[in-house]
């Protein structure tokens, strides 16, 4: 009976894409080639062993002449560079159409309905970064109560609160009511509550974020679902494919207790999907342009990497991946259109596939798991 565990590294791409130009991306982002070529290099002794050296120039790691790992640089198919697209299309959902975005603001008749949800014009609707705005507005959100909105590149409705000055339950509630105001054509793929704490000058963002997705169209997790085979999700996992085919839920604060998290789950478990989002990547240092913090997450990743691999018993599989790119060595804050990694453990033999077209290769061999495909055969695709 196997057990996948699957982790997402939360925007680490690999380099990028050739259409990245058509998402106002620069040529030469790579989120973790250019973390480590910043740094001087990085050490991934762990990673280097399973091949991410051959996934892309990783200065400090070697490219193995014999990964552990079947490595490979998926490319993304959907038109989108962001958390929803990305994960959507690893359970083998392609986005066509991208989702609506705001890059100046949400319009006049958005504003007055969702004034009338929270009893008080929002402040800011602009693009914003997420730190920087509640520095910039939270004093007045404190006095006047107003929330604060923002957006990004992303399609996504953000609505920023002090959990002294609206309690969490409202926040929730404004973000539940906002989520079904926005149809079509507003219908942002995300509205995520914002809370933070602190005082004017040292605000800071609690774990209590909560994100509300528009549910995914069937995807790999429903059909792992009518199967028997339980999908036990660490991270924002749940929020992102709306609870669909999701037997259980657990939040974290960080990625040291989604790793610790996904462990425990992998002991009590003995046949299913342990899928875990490592958030931080992305939010905590591929927004915020922290390079040295990028690099020390990758680092203390690597450092947890044999005691997640000793938990892989024979027909059981390890995988790592990421869902779009943010490499914060480019300008602005916003994500970048990039390859994304694909390590495999467990499944196969260690192979350097190359390129492979579409996210959707993460789903596929999971299910194939579960389906008792062969695998070695089914690694064969490029
Ligand atoms: O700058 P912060 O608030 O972290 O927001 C970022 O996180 C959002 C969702 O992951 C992205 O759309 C981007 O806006
Ligand atoms: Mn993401
Ligand atoms: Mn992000």
């Avoid at 193995?64 to 994960?87: F, M, N, Y």
């Avoid at 159409?97 to 006049?108: A, C, K, L, Q, S």
């Avoid at 028997?228 to 609870?243: E, L, N, Q, R, T």
């Avoid at 192979?351 to 299910?367: F, K, P, Q, S």
Wanted: glycine share 10%; with cysteine; hydrophobic share 40%.
């Amino acid at each position: 009976m196997p057990r996948i565990l699957a982790f997402v590294m939360d925007s680490a791409g690999v380099g990028a894409l050739p259409d990245a130009s058509a998402y106002h991306d620069g040529s030469n982002a790579n989120t973790i080639g250019n973390v480590a070529q910043q740094l001087g290099g990085l050490r991934l002794p762990n990673f280097e062993r399973l091949g991410l050296g051959c996934i892309t120039s990783v200065r400090g790691v070697a490219a193995s002449e014999r990964p552990a790992a079947v490595v490979a640089r998926l490319r993304e198919r959907s038109k989108g560079k962001d958390t929803i697209t990305g994960h959507w299309e690893m359970a083998g959902v392609i986005t066509e159409v991208p989702f609506p975005t705001y890059p100046d603001g949400f319009p006049p008749e958005v504003i007055e309905r969702f004034t009338a949800i929270t009893g008080a014009p929002p402040l800011g609707n602009i693009a914003a970064s997420g730190t920087e705005i509640i520095a910039e507005l939270g004093e007045e959100h404190q006095r006047t109560g107003r929330p604060i909105l923002y957006t990004s590149a992303d399609s996504v409705f953000q609505v920023a609160a002090h959990e002294e000055t609206v309690p969490l339950a409202t926040l929730y509630d404004w973000c539940e009511r906002a989520r079904a105001m926005l149809v079509s054509p507003h219908e942002v793929n995300r509205v995520i509550a914002r809370p933070f704490v602190g005082v004017p000058g040292a605000y800071v963002r609690t774990p209590n974020r909560r994100d509300y997705a528009i549910p995914p169209p069937p995807t790999v997790l429903d059909r792992l679902e009518a199967r028997g085979v339980p999908v036990h999700a660490v991270g924002k996992i749940c929020d992102i494919y709306s609870g669909h085919g999701i037997a259980s839920s657990v939040r974290v604060a960080d990625n040291g207790e989604a790793v610790d998290r996904a462990l425990e789950l992998a002991d009590a478990t003995d046949h299913g999907l342990v899928f875990v989002n490592l958030n931080d990547f992305d939010t905590k240092f591929g927004h915020r342009r922290d390079v040295r913090g990028y690099g020390d997450a990758l680092a203390r990743l690597d450092a947890r990497l044999p005691e997640i691999l000793a938990r892989i018993r024979p027909g059981d599989g390890l995988i790592f991946t990421a869902d779009h790119g943010c490499d914060p060595t480019q300008p602005g804050t916003d994500h970048t259109r990039e390859y994304v990694p694909y390590l495999e453990c467990g499944l196969a033999d260690g192979a350097d596939l190359g390129v492979i077209d579409g996210l959707g290769y993460v789903g596929e061999r999971i299910e194939s798991c579960f389906q008792g495909l062969s695998m070695a055969t089914a690694a064969g695709r490029r």
